[in-house]
């Protein structure tokens, strides 16, 4: 098993002092991130990569950090769904329904407890398939030419809006407007300044972070001031923690059956955690049946969304190590880290950049034993977090961002640059047009225009090579019904998860 | 339900794609001759595109959303303000005190009261200036505070 061999390899640079600092680091400060309101994993890794960057890490380290703090901000981001019934993002809804009742039950304990058991059973159980099914899809990649390639990051764009995406058109608009800015600069193949006005600073383009630091946390900012929410919440008191073995005992299948439906969630283009979270509650219900008390408390409504978005966040790993394409904005944000350090993701890096690769899976194995020890105990520390009052905190963020961005290049221009995304943000995010595909635009754009440019080469500049063979024809369909389905079911599954909300009568 | 922002939105960008479109018509041939792929081509692609989608979004706009109203709106262009004035202030006054008035401010228009906002952000302020220029060993600008 050559497998057992690179994963053992992985071990070898995941567990050296440095590296195992920084994941420590990582989970650490994912987790505080996940647990503040307002501050999701994508912003999370946003905020951090400028970080990554002045300090100069070397790739593998970087991506061990980046991935602890994913991980640790998917750990995270329960903490206030439990505590104060508010889930910090769309996947965390479903364990409302169950954690929340718990807490008021005066079981707040043992609720943390068993969601930080089934993260981490869901992100081990997503990690083995990230192991078993990536190496064998980056195989399966290498048969790409560069129309498969095209039609890929088109099945890209169309699934990114995912499935809770509302208005496709907007994903396609998202889509194009990044792929606009990535052609600003100066034309790889033929030297022609496009779009740059005779600016000297847009000669090389647009740097890709400032655009995410300033859509994702710049806009938050702006987005906070407007609600001006988060005053006056009730924490939940914790007491102490009395979970039993056997209560423990009795959601293990439930974990394992969570993860495994949130790992194919996940790997699924567009789908994510959400779905994930989602399904694995639901299906437990139906598969429990009256043998549960789902929705007024059980332990086992805890275990399974939680194992659910755990497993899918491991999931939607697979297609951006494998395909340099990624399932979800928090891993889109990866991938321009992974990018930036000059590392061309997909299947080649399998075989080019094998330690990277397999370090950041090992680092996630490791992450995630540390998350579970770091959890249990911590928890209170983390709770107590909760009530730092978001006014001082989303100010001293946006600090960390500035200072981030200024430490890359020490131009108060890249300054303004960060602002006007972040202005630019807010507004489309007002108007309902989606980040990601924006981000992803940005990223992909170079790639995809160099793949164009090969296939129309190849075919003497015969458009019909973009969909002539089988596997770009079936990559297109994808594509399609990518788009599609988001008009079909998307509204059903809002409509599920709300129904869900009201249904269970504690909440409010 | 007015439908206001996307028609704006669709028209603005459809005035986007048209001038995008354009631009990349008037670029010189590339020096050897036409090919058949050139630096306008995937320019050209987009500008179609986004023309289109924003003829959708004019002919079939989504719900509008609320936007911030008065004194909202005002809080808004004030943080932004505020956001400017601390990119503009950085090298000039130095990071600890550009940082302390732009934490400070934020945290007090946000709702926090002015002592303890201007207190946190000039905590905050020194700790990441001593936590990145000797932790990390990244200089960030001293300013008025710099002396030899």
Not at chain 1, 323 to 346: D, F, K, R
Not at chain 1, 477 to 488: N, S
């Amino acid at each position: 098993m050559e497998t057992v061999q690179f994963l053992m390899d992985g071990f070898a640079v995941a567990l050296t002092p440095t590296n195992l600092m920084f994941a420590l680091f990582g989970a650490f400060i994912g987790t505080l991130i996940g647990a503040l309101p307002g501050l999701g994993p994508a912003n999370g890794v946003a905020i951090l990569i400028p970080l990554a960057f002045t300090l100069g890490l070397p790739p593998e380290t970087a991506m061990i950090l980046l991935t602890s703090v994913y991980a640790g901000a998917m750990y995270g981001g329960r903490i206030s769904s439990i505590l104060l019934n508010i889930p910090g993002d769309e996947p965390a809804m479903m364990t409302c329904l169950d954690g929340y009742p718990m807490a008021q039950k005066g079981k707040a304990a043992e609720a943390l407890a068993m969601s930080a058991i089934a993260s981490f059973a869901g992100s081990l159980v997503g990690t083995i398939g990230l192991i078993l099914l990536a190496p064998a899809l980056a195989k399966f990649a290498l048969t790409f030419g560069p129309a498969e390639y095209f039609a890929l990051f088109m099945l890209a764009f169309a699934t990114l809006g995912g499935i809770t995406g509302k208005n496709p058109m907007k994903t396609v608009v998202a889509a194009t407007l990044g792929l606009m800015i990535s052609t600003v600069g100066i034309d790889i193949a033929t030297g022609t300044q496009r779009y740059t006005f005779g600016v000297l600073e847009l000669f090389e383009g647009i740097d890709f972070i400032l655009a995410i630091v300033g859509l994702f946390a710049i806009s938050e900012l702006l987005f906070f001031i407007e609600q001006r929410a988060g005053a006056g919440r009730k924490l939940i008191k914790v007491g102490k923690l009395m979970l039993r073995p056997k209560e423990i005992l009795q959601a293990v299948p439930t974990m394992f059956r969570g993860g495994i439906l949130g790992f194919i969630a996940g790997v699924l283009p567009g789908a994510g955690a959400s779905l994930g979270s989602f399904i694995s509650y639901t299906l437990e219900k139906q598969y429990l049946g009256k043998r549960s008390q789902f929705g007024e408390g059980d332990p086992r409504g805890v275990a399974a969304p939680e194992a659910g978005n755990n497993g899918a966040s491991s999931g939607a790993l697979v297609p951006m190590l494998t395909l340099g394409v990624p399932g979800s904005g928090t891993t889109a944000v990866l991938l321009a880290m992974l990018i930036s350090l000059n590392i061309t993701p997909g299947p080649l890096m399998f075989t080019q950049n094998a330690d990277i690769v397999w370090g950041v899976i090992a680092a996630l194995l490791i992450g995630n034993v540390i998350l579970l020890l770091l959890n249990i105990p911590l928890v209170g520390f983390f709770v107590k977090l909760l009530s730092v009052p978001p006014m001082y905190l989303l100010p001293i963020v946006t600090m960390v961002a500035f200072v981030g961005i200024y430490s890359i290049s020490h131009s108060t221009f890249d300054l303004y640059f960060m602002i006007a995304f972040g202005i630019a943000g807010f507004i489309l995010r007002k108007l309902e047009i989606p980040m990601v595909p924006i981000i992803l635009g940005l990223l992909l754009g170079p790639e995809m225009e160099k793949n164009l440019g090969h296939a129309l080469v190849i075919s003497d500049g015969d458009w019909s090579i973009l969909w002539a063979s089988p596997l770009a024809l079936g990559l297109w369909i994808v594509a399609g019904l990518g788009l599609i389905l988001p008009y079909i079911i998307g509204p059903l599954l809002r409509r599920r998860m709300n129904a869900a909300m009201k249904e269970d009568p504690v909440s409010d | 339900m007015t439908a206001r922002g996307d028609r704006i939105l669709g028209l603005g960008l459809f005035v986007l794609a048209v001038a995008y479109g354009w631009a990349a018509q008037q670029w010189p041939e590339p020096f050897g001759g036409t090919e058949t792929v050139g630096p306008e081509t995937f320019p050209t692609l987009l500008a179609i595109v986004l023309a289109l989608s924003s003829v959708y979004l004019i002919v079939k706009p989504d719900p509008d959303a609320q936007w911030p109203m008065g004194r909202t709106a005002a809080e808004i262009l004030l943080s932004i303000a505020i956001l400017v004035a601390y990119a503009f202030l950085l090298e000039p006054l130095g990071f600890v005190i550009a940082t302390t008035l732009a934490v400070g401010t934020l945290c007090w228009r946000m709702g926090a009261r002015l002592r303890s906002a201007f207190v946190i952000g000039l905590i905050g302020a020194v700790v990441v200036f001593v936590l990145f220029n000797y932790g990390l060993e990244l200089s960030l600008p001293g300013g008025l505070l710099e002396f030899e």
